[in-house]
T-cell receptor, first 118, second 115 residues
Framework: NAGVTQTPKFQVLKTGQSMTLQCAQD?????MSWYRQDPGMGLRLIHY???????DQGEVPNGYNVSRSTTEDFPLRLLSAAPSQTSVYFCASSPPPLVGGGSYNEQFFGPGTRLTVL | AQSVTQLDSHVSVSEGTPVLLRCNYS??????LFWYVQHPNKGLQLLLKYTSAATLVKGINGFEAEFKKSETSFHLTKPSAHMSDAAEYFC?????????????FGGGTRLMVKP
């Protein structure tokens, strides 16, 4: 059971280049999310998915696309990289909230991808 | 809308002394609250979580937190700091936004432990 895996661990891009950050989980979790971590700002939600074929925007979605064709995979695409997208990116997964609401499961985080855009 | 404020961006303690990391939250729902720890260049690890059961929650590595609804606080404590506790700590509130399981993070508190 590998948990949540992310590739690559490090990436350097030039402004305007595109790339895809990969995320996979083997826990059969329905919920998956992408966050970016910037100093002093904690983690901010980029996009999330509540199941295969369903995605939605988080707090900072501009410049990023996602898709969810399978339960296991949730790739994040940078369409045209900008220096403002230099950050550490974390993927996370979780089961859905417990029945009855009001109680939410923890999210399991991948090890992160450190992205630098020059 | 929900938000989390970690009141100290940096906390420095001596090894063997108590740790207090402060967190205040706001939420329109009955929240679930979490503390995560991040060691340098590592991912995030769950320390503990509150999900409307006991208000005093015990976590890993001797940490615990108390949920105080009247004060909208969820402070993290440990009786005796260890060098290995040096890390960044995040207070997190979880709640529904549309159909999602949304996490809102505080800005983080960096804990330094002096020998």
């Amino acid at each position: 059971n590998a948990g949540v895996t992310q590739t690559p661990k490090f990436q350097v891009l030039k402004t305007g280049q595109s790339m895809t950050l990969q995320c996979a989980q083997d826990m059969n979790h329905e919920y998956m999310s992408w966050y970016r971590q910037d100093p002093g700002m904690g983690l901010r939600l980029i996009h999330y998915s509540v199941g295969a074929g369903i995605t939605d925007q988080g707090e900072v979605p501009n410049g990023y696309n996602v898709s969810r064709s399978t339960t296991e995979d949730f790739p994040l695409r940078l369409l045209s990289a900008a220096p403002s997208q230099t950050s550490v990116y974390f993927c996370a997964s979780s089961p859905p909230p417990l029945v009855g609401g009001g109680s939410y499961n923890e999210q399991f985080f991948g090890p992160g991808t450190r992205l630098t855009v020059l | 809308a929900q938000s989390v404020t970690q009141l100290d961006s940096h906390v420095s303690v001596s090894e063997g002394t108590p740790v207090l990391l402060r967190c205040n939250y706001s939420s329109s729902y009955s929240p679930s609250l979490f503390w995560y720890v991040q060691h340098p260049n590592k991912g995030l690890q769950l320390l503990l979580k509150y999900t409307s059961a006991a208000t005093l929650v015990k976590g890993i590595n001797g940490f615990e937190a108390e949920f105080k609804k009247s004060e909208t606080s969820f402070h993290l404590t440990k009786p005796s700091a260890h060098m290995s506790d040096a890390a960044e700590y995040f207070c997190v509130v979880s709640g529904l936004n549309n159909a999602g399981n949304m996490l809102t993070f505080g800005g983080g508190t960096r804990l330094m432990v002096k020998p």
